[in-house]
């Protein structure tokens, strides 16, 4: 194990020092050029490119650290933040298929390999877990632009998440993994809105309204019904959303954008049902 985890950093070392890109490789070997390929730099697990594989070998590596050392890992700031935040970009095709809401596309690109929805998850583990280990972490990630990839993996899954739903995803590999994805997804945001920076990063997004309504959805759980985790009453997703909330609430902007969102009345019926 560790001999591999060696290897794999000393394959990216240069890569990393030199600031260069990651480069995409097909199962033949031959790279991509320049250009939209580039970007999509997770896309690749479908050829096989062994940088990427490298990569979530290191992320993986990184999050059993995290996790066994805690006190240890909280001493210092997490300096990975940008290459974690480019391997989540999506790629353009996928950005299209969103503006477009097309469920069957977007049900396609996430599933079609369920490779590319292990890596995701592992990625957005390794965000929460070092923003759990340090305040400094949260900082750091929102210094980096985190909120908005954030925000905008968590409308990507939740428009998944619908998708499989109504089509009847059980049959899927990926589902369990598209959850936990957005269990993550929550749970960090959640937790950079503690922060007045943080609060103040999800003002500053393009549509920061996009997120509130995102945020009732977790909440009222229509976009989650009828997948494994349909226990809607026990729902972790709920629990870190309404975390989250209780937040986001502390500004008074952002209050007025979640009362907008349609937020109040899934709390009134969880109110209501309080015994």
């Known amino acids: 194990m560790f001999e591999k ?5 000393e394959l990216l070392l240069p890569i990393v020092e030199s600031g260069q890109k990651i480069r995409v ?20 697990f479908s050829g096989g490119k062994s940088q990427m594989q490298a990569i979530h070998l290191l992320i993986k590596a990184q999050l059993l650290i995290c996790r066994r050392y805690e006190k240890e890992m909280s001493r210092y700031k997490y300096p990975g933040y940008r290459m974690i935040l480019s391997c989540l970009e999506m790629p353009p095709s996928t950005k299209e298929a969103l503006n477009k809401d097309d469920p069957s596309s977007l049900l396609f690109a ?24 340090s ?35 059980s049959e899927f590999d990926a589902e369990e ?13 959640a937790g950079i809105a503690y922060f007045d920076t943080g609060r103040a990063a999800i003002l500053s997004l393009e549509n920061p309204t996009q997120l509130c309504i995102l945020w ?60």
Request: net charge negative; glycine share 10%.
């Open 216 to 275: 009732r959805r977790c909440i009222d759980g229509r976009y989650l019904s009828g997948s494994k985790r349909d226990n809607l009453g026990d729902s972790t997703i709920k629990r870190f959303a309404l975390e989250g909330v209780a937040s986001m609430a502390k500004d008074e902007k952002l209050q007025k954008l979640l009362i907008g969102s349609g937020i109040v009345w899934p709390l009134i019926k969880y109110m209501l049902g309080y015994d």
């Open 25 to 44: 490789f097909s199962e033949d070997g031959s790279e991509h050029g320049d250009g939209e390929n580039e970007k999509n730099i997770y896309e690749g």
């Open 135 to 169: 305040p400094m972490n949260s900082q750091e990630l929102i210094c980096e632009g985190g909120v908005a990839m954030l925000e905008s993996l968590l409308n990507y899954y939740l428009h998944v998440a619908h998708a499989m739903r109504k089509g009847g995803a």
């Open 5 to 9: 985890i060696q290897a794999a950093y």
């Open 110 to 133: 996430s599933l079609s390999n369920p490779k590319r929805a292990e890596f995701v998850k592992t990625a957005v583990a390794l965000v929460y877990q070092t923003c759990l280990v």
């Open 177 to 189: 993994s598209v959850l936990d994805i957005i269990s993550y997804l929550v749970h960090t945001i």
